[in-house]
């Protein structure tokens, strides 16, 4: 007897240029010719964020016939770049993104990206960068990528990342020509950081007497672009101060406010892919449906009209980065730890964790919205409840543990600005001060239950070695000035961090948030 044939499995579709045409129908295909696409961008760090959100953006661009000499090559310096750029060079550059809405899953290929230069290669990439075409440079390089000093918001020009590429590119200097040879990953003139690079081609590019690209921060962090500029040009200072100027004084850097939450894929997302619409991506993503990306119009060498696919230019993003930076961003870090401690896994069931739902909700209306400055067009009333909205979003299925992940890094941007702010008024820490003392308990290494913490951060013996000492002296925590500067020093908070810091070690998680919500 013979199987109908409409009922015989098909086998999923490996992502291929040369099977777009046979995507299922559930699956949406780029709406143009990736053939069609001219490289004009150098994106660096090309992770799940990046193709959720900019490659989106683009791929939606192209699709309408408009700005497609804008194609993306990716970059990058770091190890995670050389598996990435060999996962999507097996499937043309192609990455498949789910955008999830409650029960609904709305999968489409996007192929935006036209290229990935070998991170192995230093002069391929600065060539890459220097070359006429190229009219922007982008990054998404982490929060903590900008060496930036956490007690003064400036740039560090003492940071050891950025002392070893000052001195491994000082030959620009000399020749602009010139760069580090091809290194292996344990070659110590290979980059620390992705700014090396930039800085390299720039130089070339002011040598061959032609204008310098845009450099375009999307990352997650206040003032982005301005943080780029100081990095950028604090890298060229230590090289050569005619080159520093030449950037300050003609390249771009405009800040930017960029929102998707894109958790890390999962094995068990890459297989419901496969199953349920037939696709065969190493590399998928895995979204909400939102986005949103407010950017200043500041391009010194031209831009794609991305204003046609929803991108909102502005004269001065920093309403809406504080607004999300403070009630989004610090909203995840808020609920981060107390949920790690009380053991939750996923971020939709700490909200649905009345516990968890009150502080949130009660630190934000109460703490947070009255020291975030007006958004032209925006209610933050309105702004929080949509922010609670997405992180209830279930289908998304966002991790605790990457809402942990390098707080080192994310509270001295997301938490410590509110809290000044909070103290420069003479107003009320307490909610604020508790976010503080869940994350140093965290840092001790067991939850409320006694299971066990693995590390979460790069500095996590330093951490755990100040959250040890606390239980003793609250200051051993607050002491670390490169995170909360002279925050941690005002009497106001160490008073309201002591306190919860013994609420949470004598009677609990749970009990520490009952007495600040309710």
């Not at 938490?415 to 003479?426: C, F, H, M, N, S």
């Amino acid at each position: 007897m013979t199987t109908p044939s409409s009922r015989i499995p098909r086998a999923p579709i490996v992502l291929r240029r040369a099977a777009l045409g046979a995507l299922p129908p559930n699956v949406a295909a780029p709406g143009y010719d990736p053939a069609s696409l001219r490289a004009g961008i150098v994106h660096v760090g090309v992770g799940n964020f990046h193709r959720a959100h900019q490659a989106v953006y683009l791929d939606e661009l192209f699709a309408r016939g408009r700005g497609r000499a804008y194609g993306i090559i990716g970059a990058g310096v770091r190890e995670g770049d050389r598996a990435m750029r060999a996962a999507l060079a097996q499937q043309d550059w192609l990455t498949t993104v789910v955008e999830q809405d409650g029960e609904e899953a709305r999968p489409r290929v996007t192929a935006s990206m036209v290229g990935f230069v070998d991170p192995a290669d230093v002069r391929a990439l600065v060539g890459t960068m220097a070359e006429p075409a190229t009219r922007i440079v982008s990054l998404t390089v982490t929060e903590g990528g900008y060496c930036v000093d956490a007690a003064t918001g400036r740039f560090d020009g003492a940071h050891p990342d950025i002392v070893a590429d000052a001195a491994a590119y000082a030959a620009l200097a000399r020749d602009p020509g010139a760069a580090p040879a091809a290194p292996s990953a344990r070659d110590a003139h290979a980059p620390r950081t992705g700014f090396a690079p930039i800085v390299a081609a720039l130089a070339r590019r002011r040598a061959e007497g032609r204008g310098p690209f845009t450099v375009m921060s999307c990352d997650n962090l206040p003032g982005n672009g301005d943080a780029t500029r100081a990095a950028m040009v604090g890298l060229a200072a230590r090289i050569d101060d005619a080159l520093a100027h030449w950037i300050e004084e003609h390249a771009s850097f405009p800040n930017a406010m960029v929102d998707r939450i894109t958790p890390a894929t999962t094995d068990e997302q890459r297989t419901a892919l496969r199953a349920r619409f037939g696709i065969d991506d190493a590399r998928p993503v895995f979204c909400e449906a939102f986005r949103q990306w407010v950017l200043e119009d500041r391009f010194c060498a031209g831009r794609p009209p991305l204003e046609d696919v929803g991108v909102t230019f502005v004269d001065d993003v920093h309403p809406y980065e504080r607004m999300k930076i403070r009630i989004l961003n610090g909203g995840h870090a808020a609920i981060a730890y107390v949920s790690a401690l009380l053991d939750i896994v996923f971020v939709h069931e700490a909200m649905a964790d009345p516990r968890i739902g009150r502080f949130l909700s009660r630190l934000l209306t109460e703490e947070v919205i009255p020291v975030v400055p007006p958004v032209p067009g925006v209610d933050l009333l309105d702004y929080k409840a949509s922010v609670e909205r997405r992180f209830a979003n279930r289908a998304v299925r966002d991790t605790i543990r990457r809402l942990c992940l390098d707080g080192s890094n994310r509270q001295p941007k997301f938490i410590v600005p509110t809290i000044r702010a909070r103290l420069e008024r003479g107003q009320s820490v307490a909610g604020l001060a508790l976010v503080s003392a869940a994350w140093c308990r965290y840092c001790a290494g067991t939850t409320d239950s006694g299971a066990v913490i693995e590390p979460n951060d790069d500095a996590w013996p330093r951490l755990a070695a100040a959250a040890r000492a606390s239980a003793l002296d609250p200051r051993a925590w607050l002491s670390m000035h490169d995170i909360y500067g002279t925050v941690g020093e005002h009497p106001a908070f160490i008073a309201a961090f002591g306190a919860a810091l013994r609420t949470l070690a004598r009677e609990g998680t749970a009990r520490a948030l009952a007495a600040y919500a309710g």
